[in-house]
């Protein structure tokens, strides 16, 4: 089972959200928060594999809390809208696995919950074009926009050819499963290059990694 806290201030929404992932067989949640003080001490109380966490929530907001569950095996997945980039970037540097859209479908929304408990993050689309477009009209070098991942094309340089065709992979959503199948390697292997690759960059999460190879432009071969 995938052990889930939600952390959503609205409780309408939260109880929807709570009813949505509870209706599928392989998900659980082990508890709900109201602000991001509940959530820091639901992770710590109940060690899940994933929290879906608001951004903008009362006594510590999702993002201030996203960064101090930093290291405790716990991934984050983000609720966001348009209205909220700010938030995005700020979610995107203090390490998050995920963002979604809070007009995600529900079958989207328990698929990625699996994705993120996976370890391979995941990025809605309309959020990854956002965050490329903001980076683009910052007007700094590749990775230097506002609070972006930071990553140099000399950084790239240093990675090995296999692992820049992953990443390159990795920029277009693709799972670790497809990633596989699509070089021709296992399923392992592909989770050491991406290890690797987060190593050798200085990324704290494959979401960064996704945005680092579309900002760069690094496509496959």
Do not use: C
């Not at 089972?1 to 959200?17: K, N, P």
């Not at 050798?200 to 990694?209: D, I, P």
């Amino acid at each position: 089972m995938i052990r889930v806290v939600v952390a959503e201030d609205q409780w309408a929404v939260r109880s929807g959200l709570v009813l949505i992932l509870e209706s599928a067989p392989d998900i659980e949640v082990v508890a709900e928060a109201a602000d991001g003080e509940q959530a820091v001490a639901a992770v710590r109380r109940t060690a899940p594999d994933v929290v879906l966490m608001d951004v903008r929530m009362p006594r510590k907001d999702g993002i201030s809390a996203t960064r101090e569950l930093a290291g405790t095996g716990t991934d984050v997945l983000i609720l966001t809208t348009f209205d909220l980039d700010e938030y995005v970037f700020g979610a995107l540097r203090a390490g998050a696995a995920g963002f979604l859209l809070k007009n995600i479908e529900a079958d989207e929304l328990t698929e990625a919950v699996r994705v993120v408990a996976r370890g391979e993050g995941m990025i809605a689309p309309a959020v990854t074009r956002r965050l490329i477009a903001e980076f683009a009209g910052a007007g700094a070098r590749p990775g230097a926009g506002r609070d972006g991942p930071g990553v140099s094309p000399a950084a790239v340089a240093e990675l090995t050819p296999r692992e820049r065709e992953v990443l390159a992979r990795v920029g277009e959503g693709l799972s670790n499963q497809q990633i596989a199948r699509r070089l021709g390697i296992t399923e392992t292997t592909t989770k050491t290059h991406v290890s690797r690759i987060l190593a050798k960059l200085g990324l704290r999460s494959r979401v960064q990694a996704a945005i680092t190879a579309q900002e760069l432009g690094i496509t496959g071969q």
